[in-house]
């Protein structure tokens, strides 16, 4: 029955015949190698073994993507690429995550047969839905507590990344959300250093945004980094909560799984997941995960909010990448329980990408990050914010940005500074 | 002062100028990026700006190996590839080894500049050391609790990986402890699923060892998977050390390194650090991170036990690479608290690489895990375990293994099956 089945589907490279190679793959991370052992009956295999479930022929190349793999000799005719679906029973491993991880992102890298091999896509039985929690707060709860209904939640990160101290990263802070912003955060480098103590930070940074709210009635989220040990992770998020403050940030690829889990069934804030380390696992085209299949890991463990890098950004990823991650993120996982996490659009953003991030992803329903596309705005970091939110607005009234410019003169400026 | 700081050893290739290569990762994962911002002041990048310590340029070559690097207009002739060392005050970030892998594991991989980009080595400050408990049993303690010594730990596998039942598998143990050997490991497939539930398969897998150990007065090394969620894994290792257990497993990379530094500061029993999915961090010859950077995180997290592969495996892994991560998990991190983990060398195994392993490697303290090269031995399983055992003696007592053979049947068994 397909609803008791894990569906993995890879991208392959193999020289050999590719029905030989997915079933090395199935053989490998189920019950059996290509040689039988004792106890490997067909009533087990029968029930436990992965299944090839569909292998696509792709095209076929000269050389191999990945060293190491089996010797020419071995090869029939170049090294072939497809896509290969296998299904693995639910009771192979039960709904667990790092024992779903073992199974579809395990030892099946090692394999000699592949030249490249790529997870790029999942599909999760209900019984993860059952024992997983997802998000606590998602994109509703996030907008409830940002105060920001209809637009993308502005926001942008602490910089310098590191350095600054407590009382001067407050400082930067009154700044900020004096000048419009939703949502600020620290830099995935600032979380409990000597030179700025979590506490320390939380307090002052809180000291600001308390200020700012009794002022003016609202209340700007601050992600607050509390990368790090389990103890201090839960320690700093009972800070944050106790304090007042509105959300926690984590590096989920150095945490893991089990331990944002952990923090999740304990938090009473949005978890904001930044991706750092990401490239290391999908920047490789024949080797690692795509965003589509990893992303579902941290969905259910409970991150409320995942990184996706943005269009024109300033690292490597091409923007149909960014789109489908964000889209990715936007999609149910189950229908009952759809584990949506709000898309964190970052990196190199300013008010020139938002009508194409509408257009390309569909939905506003985005933090959108900006650093110096805000506060390099030639005329200072509240009309940097305007800019932004007046290019929403004409993304969302499907008006182009030149026009919507031309009677918005933050918008006009940002262009004119930052556009081509 | 080198003793506070960061070493972090890569390999990049990139079409820039090497020089500027090399200070953009330093600025991008410390306090700036090229664009000075406000309050990057000369004093804060004195005291928080990664340095740049020695680039060593290599080769150059003419395609870049990553996709989406700066395009060709951009470059000074090829893609040029370098080791570049960069140094990080330990008070950017704190002895935290999430926050450590954010700097020197995190966003750098994103660069475009770089068509190539790999973590090869770490060199640690003493901080990290006094936060970090490192492995409790270690080989001293491994070996007192396994009951060997002046040799390695000759060890199996439970196959099927999956499929058996509590008492099938226990039927098994049976078999392997009878046969004389030292270590019983879960594969990593098998941990806690609904066909052998972790309870189950420990009560009755336990009953075999101990009726054994009443009888003989040796007590074989169980690995009982407890990867799994947080909870989980702690009530699991509670439950092996409360029921004479002697030691837990873990998948390292699925449940992250906090989860591990908490399992092991809870723990009363030696942790098994399994890797699979480690090819995914390391199989592209440039991305991601070497075993000798990679493995300092788990020692320092407490893991007594490291899989390292082995010569001559069914993998992609050459056997310099093998060599070169059971060195260094045998090569003290500190001088005073050298976090030693015990190789496993496993996969593909029998007698015939005893000589070599021990000559490249050049220590028996390591753990020998065969799999067909023992239960397929054609005189059983026992004479399996000799044959191992007699090959060890052999690459101690420096003799070639066919001339040990000619007065060891079990060895000379093997060559015949096993050997060219």
Known sequence: MAGDRIIATYWIETSHPLEFAAEVMAGEQSCGTFVRVPGETAELRERHAARVERVTELEIVDAPSLPHSTSPENHDGGFKRAEVELSFPLANMGASLPNLLSTVCGNLYELREFSGLKLIDLKLPRAFAEKYPGPQFGVAGTRRMAGVEGRPIIGTIIKPSVGLSPEQTAELVKTLIEAGLDFIKDDELMANPPHSPFSARFAAVSRAINDYAERTGKKPMYAFNITDELDEMLRHHDE????????????????????????????????????????????????????????????LAGVDHMHCNGLRNKFWEPDESVVASARACLTPLFEDKPCIAMPVIASAQWAGQAVDTYREIGSADLMYVCGGGIVAHPDGVAAGVLSVRQAWEAALAGVMLEDYAATHRELQRALEKFGP
Chains 1, 2 share one sequence.
């Open 240 to 299: 944050v909560f106790s304090g007042g403050g509105a959300c926690i940030m984590v590096s989920l690829n150095h945490v893991g799984a089990p331990a944002v889990a952990h923090l999740r069934r304990h938090s009473q804030l949005p978890i904001h997941g930044h991706r750092n380390g990401w490239g290391m696992l999908t920047r490789a085209p024949y080797l690692g995960v795509e965003f589509r299949a990893w992303s579902q890991v941290w969905r």
